[in-house]
């Protein structure tokens, strides 16, 4: 056995103690080595051994259990456990960097944490996703093709906006891709490509089947997502991470039925739209915000509407002198 010397300072209580403990280990290793006693050794001793804390010994020398006058016998510690809730005194963690460290290049780093689990990262990565349609470019034409535009255009826009964050002091690593208006492009770079997978953002998409797929995909990987274009109420219904620049069809009528009552007054105003089922639909987003702003939902006060046969007339020339 290998003792090892304690780096406290005994007392004079437990310097007893350590003699004892060191004479006793002392004997018996020795004791190993010594001759079995007889049958009638054991049972004699077996009789005369006192009770833990004991004051007899083995004395190697004579062969006899001798007595210890100087036993010690103060009682011993007692540990008292005492269980404190993790949340009232939080375990200690690794000390995260603070935000005045300096990072080199663009090594994203956690830095510190807010209120209501905001994180702030020493870089953020950033995934753009629209559909530049690259398939459908001519390489020996000039001309860019016309659907490509959007896609374009809409960067131009993000490129200003985080020039202009980056000028802040905020960095960020970006990757554009390609989905080439395309479900089955989209799945299959969400399954393919690392960087959705890393991103803290993704912003992009166009068509409706487009958003949805990366919308799921930001919710189960709890990264946010900016959609630009879809005005869809289903998708970010159920979705927290996901953020919807354009407002829904319902809040277009909401805001509209709003200024035009607080304009020209309820009973000034009239809905109007083609005989066309999924247009004259749409009435019922204005009627129902007109309800709620009158704080009662009865007929009387419903907002009149003229529907115009396709192809009998065009917007311009509708006569609403009768309404």
Known sequence: MILALSRLLPSNGSKAVALLLLFSLSISSC???????????????????????????????????????????EPMDTIKWTVIPTDSIPPIQSAEPTQQEQVAGNEVRLLDRGDYGTEFYSAYNVVVMLPFLSQRFNPNSSEIYDNSYWALNYYGGVQMALDELMQQGVKLNMTIMDNKASPREVSSLLNTRSELFN??????????????????????????YVSPHSASSKVGSSNPNYVQVSPTLQTHAEVITEHARNTYGRKNLVLVSLDKPVESARFNYFQNANFMMEGIQEDSVMLREYVVEEGSADFNNINLRPY
């Open 31 to 73: 004791s190993l080595f010594r001759k079995a006693e007889s049958e009638e050794e054991s049972e004699e001793v077996g009789e005369e051994l006192d009770p833990v804390p004991g004051r007899r010994v083995y004395d190697p020398e004579s062969g006899q259990y001798v007595l210890v006058e100087d036993t010690p016998v």
């Open 199 to 224: 991103a803290h953002m993704i912003i992009g998409n166009y068509r409706s089947e487009n958003v949805e797929l990366v919308a799921e995909f930001a919710r189960r990987n709890d990264i946010t």
